[in-house]
């Protein structure tokens, strides 16, 4: 990495290609939301100077483009469908792990079990592979419901909440079509007080280095809207711990799996019911690649490929 230009391709739809495979095309409406996601991006992860390739740009010869050839070429994630647009534009995209790497480490499951050993007092997540085992998790009594989640979603997409019970038959069509691309995991529905986000970079040598907590503010969907860095005095001294453990903890499993780059991982506070006590959910996603928090979490002060020193002194030493 440098501090000259790159050239970048944001394909905030990695995680379809990551679902479908090799055969994976946007629809029209899909390509339209992230086109719309990717100017919130602009200013912000991209500096002035860099250069962001697009499909629609080189199929029409932009001539802007040009710049890109021969800068490093950075992915929103290393999928084979944006290191091709990189390499199409005449970049040089950066050393990413192999697809079946992204494919396990940003599935569901993954951050359920590396989730598994941090919860204490907090809700449990289970893995279902067949209808049979769903229906028998959504049959059981929950406050509040559950929320069913495909093995790949991002930014609201990929989950569905469930009452208690049999499910309808729209519901069951659902759950039928996502066990068909993977397991489903399944949680209680819970009341959301505050959302937190942190950010980390495992090199290829696999040392993790981790941002300070922030504070994530996301739509009824679970799209994101925006994210601030969280105050000192607004995160508990406990559950500043307990998320930097999250954090380290997901950055090493990252690490083992094979995978090395940017990382986030989303947590929360939440009541179970209304008039429970709030409790803490130190993991609920995993997101082994650039995020929309990263500039926050950063502070534009780190490019991804410079962070060093160790997860537990990153804190002090930006």
């Known amino acids: 990495m440098t501090d000259g230009p790159r050239a970048f391709v944001l394909n905030l739809d990695a995680e379809h290609e990551l679902e479908v495979g090799p055969r994976y095309t946007p629809t029209r409406h899909l390509a339209a939301l992230v086109a719309r996601q990717r100017e919130k991006l602009v200013g912000t992860l991209l500096r002035p100077g860099d250069v962001l390739v697009t499909e629609e740009a080189l199929d029409a010869g932009d001539a802007a483009l040009e710049r890109a050839r021969g800068l490093p070429g950075i992915a929103w994630s290393p999928t084979p469908r944006a290191l091709a647009l990189l390499r199409r534009a005449g970049a040089v995209p950066l050393a990413a792990p192999s ?41 059981r009594p929950a406050p509040l419901g559950w929320l069913v989640r495909r093995t790949f979603g991002a930014a609201g997409r990929g989950r569905r909440r469930l009452f208690a019970g049999a499910p309808a038959a729209d519901e069951l069509a659902w759950i039928r079509a996502s066990l068909r691309a993977g397991p489903l995991v399944v949680e209680p529905f819970v009341d959301v007080t505050v959302e937190y986000t942190r950010s980390g970079f495992v090199t290829a040598g696999g040392t993790v280095s981790i941002s300070e907590p922030c ?50 991982i989303d947590a929360f506070r939440y009541r179970a019911e ?27 002060r780190h490019e991804f490929g410079l962070l060093r020193g160790r997860a537990e002194d990153s804190r002090g030493n930006p």
């Open 274 to 300: 209304p008039g429970a006590p709030e409790r803490l959910n130190p993991l609920s996603e995993i997101n082994a690649r650039l995020t929309m928090d990263w500039p926050t979490a950063l502070a534009l």
């Open 215 to 264: 504070h994530q503010a996301v739509a009824a969907s679970g799209a994101w809207l925006r994210t601030e860095r969280a105050e000192r005095d607004a995160v508990t001294r406990a559950d500043d711990a307990a998320l930097e453990q999250a954090a380290v903890a997901t950055g090493e499993a990252l690490a083992r799996a094979g995978y090395f780059g940017p990382f986030g």
């Open 99 to 139: 697809v079946e790497v992204l494919q396990s480490v940003n599935a569901r499951p993954f951050a359920a079990e590396v989730r598994a050993p941090l919860i204490e007092g907090a809700f449990a997540k289970q893995v279902a592979a067949t209808e049979h085992e769903l229906l028998a998790l959504v049959a």
